[in-house]
């Protein structure tokens, strides 16, 4: 009990001795404040984004000075592109050969995504991984023609597996 009296009366001497906060910290604050909220809605004409980054942003177009994409005009459209994953056999066995198809869906539209742009050199990147992390697999899955891409897998155990999927496209935000 006297510990939380001494904590409440530390507080309450901590509260009551700082000095207000100065009127110049105050105002840089407020100007930074009001600045980044404007860069974020994309408000000035000009604007220049990179797509992999989209944080960092530009007055002019050039390259992104994090990962070397060139920079895109405009508010980066910041979408949740779904993925219809079907896997064959629906129940993968160890050792056993299991395709992963993966349909790509525009939000707006609810159709396939037909144009990709390329990131680190790939169309498309994918990451399956163990739940007890002893497998991990980065691969680029390959397009069946304008449809879907494919990808042929061995998964070396039974139990659960996290598939991510990586792609930018044309038009939006990777």
Avoid: W
């Avoid at 105002?27 to 600045?35: E, G, H, I, K, P």
């Avoid at 000075?65 to 895109?72: A, S, Y």
């Avoid at 991984?129 to 304008?146: A, I, K, N, Y």
């Avoid at 897998?153 to 996290?162: D, F, I, M, S």
């Amino acid at each position: 009990m006297v510990r939380i009296a001494t904590i409440l009366a530390a507080t309450a001497f901590c509260f009551y001795t700082t000095p207000p906060p100065n009127a110049r910290v105050l105002a840089a604050l407020d100007a930074l404040s009001s600045r980044d909220s404007h860069q974020v809605r994309g408000d000035t004409d000009g604007s220049f984004y990179c797509p992999m980054e989209p944080d960092v942003r530009s007055n002019h177009a050039g390259k992104c000075p994090r990962c070397g994409m060139t920079l895109v005009e405009g508010v980066p459209d910041i979408l949740e592109y779904p993925v219809d994953l079907s896997i064959d056999p629906v129940v993968p066995h160890p050792n056993e050969l299991t395709r992963l198809t993966f349909g790509l869906i525009d939000p707006r539209t609810e159709r396939p995504v037909r144009k990709l742009e390329i990131v680190h050199e790939k169309l498309y990147h994918v990451f399956v991984v163990s739940q007890d992390l002893s497998f991990f697999l980065h691969t680029h899955p390959e397009r069946q023609g304008d449809e879907d891409f494919r990808l042929d897998v061995r998964l070396p155990k039974p139990g659960l597996y996290r598939v991510l999927s990586d792609f930018y496209p044309s038009g939006a935000t990777p």
